[in-house]
């Protein structure tokens, strides 16, 4: 059974300056999913690594592509979009992970190829409003606050259901499914459960209206709890650090806003 590692310092992360050092790193991950999704009888191309690139430069994002990394998560919109823009000559995904205010969605139209943390009608109507001036679509994952910590972003469970009622009147959004960030602690016990609320309120959304969660796909685990939400149900990974290596940045610089 894996334990939690120790998320707020990384210790066991270290820092991936080659091609060959985030090969290694990206083939180690690899293979802890695989041997999580065996012990949860599970298949591993069923689970979607999300490299998460947030506070790394872009000469590494440059080495990170050319092992392998073909999509990449970002919490700020305006690190992602200047990312994107300097790095547009690259074959990669961009995906938004992180609280999105409605005087950046207009950025997140033009570029993201998904947003993972939508908990807000306001601004799904807003991003709505920009995809149809663009003529695109939005792949979302609903933010779901299953820690029920205050500083964390995501609707209440209570909430859900009112708020997957709602979204089809924004035709531009489509629903991949829900997003939880677990209790930031060593506790493996108290992060599994926070885990399991995520994947009951998905089979609860898809026994009520299947067509309102869309793959119900759930979106879970980072660095230091990936294996556990993958033996919980998790579809993605958003796995950061121990791809990159431990960041500089404090987590407190990104937290309750980080997302892997």
Not at 123 to 133: F, P
Not at 172 to 184: D, I, K, S
Not at 212 to 220: N, Q
Request: charged share 25%; aromatic share 6%; glycine share 8%.
């Amino acid at each position: 059974m894996p334990s939690i590692s120790d998320a707020s310092s990384g210790p066991g992360y270290p820092r991936a300056a080659t091609i060959d050092d985030f090969v290694r790193n990206i083939a180690s991950v690899r293979a802890r999913i695989a041997a999580a999704a065996e012990r949860s009888g599970r298949d591993t191309s069923d689970i979607r690594l999300l490299p998460v690139s947030k506070t790394v430069g872009e000469d590494r994002i440059r080495l990170a592509v050319q092992a392998g990394c073909r999509e990449l998560g970002e919490n700020k919109v305006q690190e992602a979009k200047r990312k994107q823009g300097n790095l547009a000559d690259l074959d990669v995904r961009w995906s938004v992970i992180g609280h999105l205010q409605t005087n950046k969605a207009r950025d997140v139209a033009a570029f993201a190829a998904e947003f993972q943390a939508l908990d807000s009608l306001r601004v799904a109507e807003v991003l709505d409003r920009r995809l149809q001036g663009v003529g695109r679509y939005l792949d979302v994952y609903v933010q779901v606050n299953t820690s029920a910590e205050e500083s964390k972003y995501g609707l209440e469970p209570a909430d859900v259901p009112a708020f997957l009622a709602a979204l089809p009147r924004y035709t531009a959004l489509r629903v991949r499914g829900f997003m939880t960030l677990a209790l930031f602690t060593a506790d493996t016990p108290r992060v599994r459960e926070c885990f399991r609320l995520l994947r009951t309120l998905r089979d609860r959304a898809r026994d009520a209206d299947p067509a309102l969660i869309g793959p119900g796909e759930l979106s879970m685990g980072m660095s230091g709890d990936y294996e556990v939400a993958i033996e919980e149900g998790a579809d993605c990974v958003r796995v950061g650090q121990a791809i990159f290596g431990a960041r500089a940045t404090a987590n407190d610089h990104y937290w309750p806003t980080s997302t892997e």
